[in-house]
């Protein structure tokens, strides 16, 4: 075994590897850019070197610096996590001729399944089912057109050299297809350097399962199971869970079958995982081999019981499998999702910023769990902790969350427990998206396929209309939360006793009138509130609400609303009211009860601003010309995603501030309307 090691990668997934290698007694090294000088894995690894900028460009992708640092540490072995560098063969052969081991098959490998296309081509020979399509070289957009009339639609274009759900676009008719494919080809050279795409018939209501692969040096290949991962907005899994509940044992077996036998058709060794789609009758397809180890790994780890990124090590290290296929077992389901700082609300944008609250459930081993690995009820896998900072340069993930229970009803109620257990100030989060996501009949039943979310995504989002009770329970809560200030700063003062100290609106020849306002989204909340000590009439709107008995004790509030007892969790700080009811959350931000008259004027902007910092890719529209409102004026590229700025309302351009190629901050005005 290694005694040092370097992991070319950042965040959760070096976190990750650094946690079994210390397991092992195993020393490692980490790498960061500029922007993660204070990030966890720099302060967890036994050692971390500073490689470059913060752009992926100047620093995570920089292989050469890499391996100098490597080197210099005497490093016997590297370990490169997902995305980055993990599935590129060029690196991958630099790392083996400088006599450092590569933690993932060999570049050999990784080039016959690099491309899309030339993966698909390999299995097909090799009796894998495969979807038709075009994987042709000739790229020139007529002939692509012309491919496209002859497979018919819907069709998918999918980045040749791609993954991870970049580069794809779902066409439905033939006038569609130039605008997605230079789309398609524009991210996909952003994302991953080339923009080579392929063609494939698009199936309807598919599934994603996938099959976790492992192979070693001693030519032995077995598969450790599925991982149903349906659950996609924009080809970006949601959640995943092992076992699929959609998978006769019949059909399992096939599909495992199929996935060693991809492996071995090129001589796999390490991790990866074989993705296929699986139409509704159960015919299923080859998609692609992900060669390395994939952010949903810890699904399978936790029904199996085993460390996958120990199995790296081993057999990066040349040892044989550990164990052999009729030796792997499962017990019980396992789920996880992504927990990104990024608003549902506005169109799933990413965020950025100070976590100024991260509280997360306590990780709770189960005794089955053999010193944590796999068995575990609830386990957190983050590489940020309370207090960093979520930047613009990488992927916005805050934590996985995954949880473990003896069947698939019993986990999916440990995952709402875990959700509602969680809070996240500072940038906005999917929290309540996923709380929706979990309680959705479409989960629950086990009948989503990969575009269910797109097409009902309403069906998730916050409604339009505030509840009632949790609004109450909000002010309830900061209400509560004021007497106890209040009383607080009064045991410090001369007379703690004094009535002036009670926080109740009491005023000499009148009954208390306390004012509270909130800002939820775009919406600003005003109320007013008689009593104290727990004992209220809240008046919101026309109606007057009867609060009685309320207690705050810890993040536990109970209190009798309109005659109900009713029991929430509930958090009040920093300006923020966190409130949550076992169904689902309200999460409000306290306000001044006094506004500007510019804050309520409403007055149209007419200019259009970028949301976050990002790059210019495109500008459509030039000075003069008209457009009409929902017309894209230009498109910008944050956080590896192509966002679309459009005009906010009919009229014509005035001024355009930007070219392709800038980078801008946040907020910064890129044109304006006449």
């Not at 450790?224 to 399992?252: D, N």
């Not at 780890?301 to 081993?314: F, I």
């Not at 109450?472 to 106890?484: C, G, H, R, V």
């Given at each position: 075994m290694f005694n040092t090691i370097l992991i070319a990668n950042r965040g959760e997934i070096a976190c990750r590897v650094i946690r079994t290698a210390r397991r092992l007694g195993i020393r490692t090294v980490a790498v960061y850019s500029e922007a993660d000088a204070d990030a966890q894995h720099a302060r967890l690894a036994d050692e971390a070197h500073c490689i470059g900028g913060p752009r992926p460009q100047d620093s995570y992708l920089r292989g050469d610096v890499i391996l100098d640092v490597a080197k210099k540490t005497g490093a016997q072995a590297i370990h490169p996590g997902y995305g980055f560098l993990s599935e590129n063969a060029d690196f991958a052969d630099a790392v083996q001729a400088a006599g450092i081991a590569f933690i993932g098959p060999a570049g050999s490998s990784m080039r016959k399944m690099g491309s899309k296309a030339g993966a698909k081509d390999l299995m097909a020979a090799a009796g894998v089912p495969v979807v038709p399509g075009y994987t042709g070289e000739d790229q020139s957009p007529e002939l692509l057109q012309r491919e496209a009339d002859r497979i018919g639609y819907p069709l998918m274009i999918k980045a040749a050299h791609g993954g991870g759900g970049k580069g794809m676009r779902i066409v439905r008719q033939a006038s569609e297809f130039a605008a997605n494919l230079q789309s398609c080809q524009r991210e996909a050279a952003s994302a991953f350097g080339r923009d080579r795409v392929l063609l494939e018939r698009y199936i309807?209501?598919?599934?994603?399962?996938?099959?976790?692969?492992?192979?070693?040096?001693?030519?032995?290949?077995?598969?450790?199971?599925?991982?149903?991962?349906?659950?996609?907005?924009?080809?970006?899994?949601?959640?995943?869970?092992?076992?699929?509940?959609?998978?006769?044992?019949?059909?399992?077996?096939?599909?495992?079958?199929?996935?060693?036998?991809?492996?071995?058709?090129?001589?796999?060794?390490?991790?990866?995982?074989?993705?296929?789609?699986?139409?509704?009758?159960?015919?299923?397809?080859?998609?692609?081999?992900?060669?390395?180890?994939?952010?949903?790994?810890?699904?399978?780890?936790?029904?199996?019981?085993?460390?996958?990124?120990?199995?790296?090590?081993?057999?990066?290290?040349?040892?044989?499998?550990?164990?052999?296929?009729?030796?792997?077992?499962?017990?019980?389901?396992?789920?996880?999702?992504?927990?990104?700082?990024?608003?549902?609300?506005?169109?799933?944008?990413?965020?950025?910023?100070?976590?100024?609250?991260?509280?997360?459930?306590?990780?709770?081993?189960?005794?089955?769990?053999?010193?944590?690995?796999?068995?575990?009820?609830?386990?957190?896998?983050?590489?940020?902790?309370?207090?960093?900072?979520?930047?613009?340069?990488?992927?916005?993930?805050?934590?996985?969350?995954?949880?473990?229970?003896?069947?698939?009803?019993?986990?999916?109620?440990?995952?709402?427990?875990?959700?509602?257990?969680?809070?996240?100030?500072?940038?906005?989060?999917?929290?309540?998206?996923?709380?929706?996501?979990?309680?959705?009949?479409?989960?629950?039943?086990?009948?989503?396929?990969?575009?269910?979310?797109?097409?009902?995504?309403?069906?998730?989002?916050?409604?339009?209309?505030?509840?009632?009770?949790?609004?109450?329970?909000?002010?309830?809560?900061?209400?509560?939360?004021?007497?106890?200030?209040?009383?607080?700063?009064a045991t410090q003062g001369n007379d703690p006793t004094s009535p002036w100290a009670i926080a109740d609106g009491w005023r000499l020849g009148h009954g208390g009138i306390r004012r509270l306002a909130f800002a939820h989204g775009d919406a600003r909340i005003e109320l007013t509130a008689h009593g104290h000590d727990g004992d209220y009439v809240i008046e919101l709107g026309d109606a007057s609400h009867a609060v009685s008995g309320a207690r705050l004790e810890g993040d536990a509030l109970s209190a009798r609303i309109d005659g109900s007892m009713r029991r929430f969790r509930a958090t009040c700080g920093n300006g923020e009211v966190l409130v949550h009811d076992s169904q689902q959350r309200l999460h409000l931000h306290a306000e001044s009860v006094y506004r500007h008259a510019d804050q309520a004027s409403g007055s149209a902007d007419h200019r259009i601003r970028a949301p976050m910092p990002g790059r210019v890719v495109v500008v459509q529209k030039q000075t003069g010309d008209a457009v009409s409102a929902g017309d894209v004026v230009l498109v910008i590229e944050a956080m590896k995603m192509e966002l679309a700025l459009k005009a906010p309302r009919d009229g014509v351009i005035a001024e355009v501030r930007a070219k392709p190629g800038d980078f801008v901050e946040g907020d910064t005005v890129l044109a304006t309307l006449e």
């Open positions: 309807e209501h598919p599934r994603h399962i996938e099959i976790q692969i492992f192979g070693d040096a001693h030519g032995n290949a077995i598969h450790l199971g599925e991982r149903e991962c349906s659950a996609q907005r924009r080809y970006q899994k949601v959640l995943e869970e092992s076992p699929s509940p959609f998978l006769t044992p019949e059909l399992r077996a096939r599909m495992g079958a199929a996935a060693v036998l991809a492996a071995r058709a090129i001589d796999y060794a390490n991790a990866g995982t074989v993705e296929f789609i699986v139409a509704p009758s159960g015919e299923f397809f080859f998609m692609e081999i992900n060669t390395r180890l994939q952010v949903e790994h810890p699904v399978t780890e936790e029904v199996t019981g085993l460390d996958l990124v120990e199995w790296q090590l081993r057999i990066a290290a040349g040892e044989a499998m550990p164990l052999q296929q009729d030796q792997i077992t499962q017990r019980g389901h396992a789920i996880e999702v992504r927990l990104y700082a990024e608003d549902p609300d506005a169109g799933f944008l990413p965020g950025s910023g100070t976590l100024k609250t991260l509280r997360l459930p306590p990780p709770q081993p189960s005794p089955a769990s053999g010193g944590g690995r796999g068995y575990g009820h609830v386990r957190i896998d983050s590489g940020v902790i309370e207090g960093d900072t979520v930047t613009i340069f990488y992927d916005p993930m805050i934590a996985k969350l995954i949880v473990w229970d003896e069947d698939r009803p019993r986990a999916l109620a440990r995952l709402r427990d875990a959700l509602a257990e969680s809070k996240i100030t500072g940038p906005k989060s999917n929290i309540a998206f996923l709380e929706r996501l979990v309680r959705h009949p479409a989960i629950v039943e086990a009948r989503i396929d990969t575009g269910y979310l797109d097409r009902h995504l309403d069906e998730f989002l916050a409604p339009a209309e505030t509840d009632t009770s949790l609004l109450l329970a909000a002010a309830t809560a900061q209400l509560l939360a004021q007497e106890a200030e209040a009383r607080n700063i």
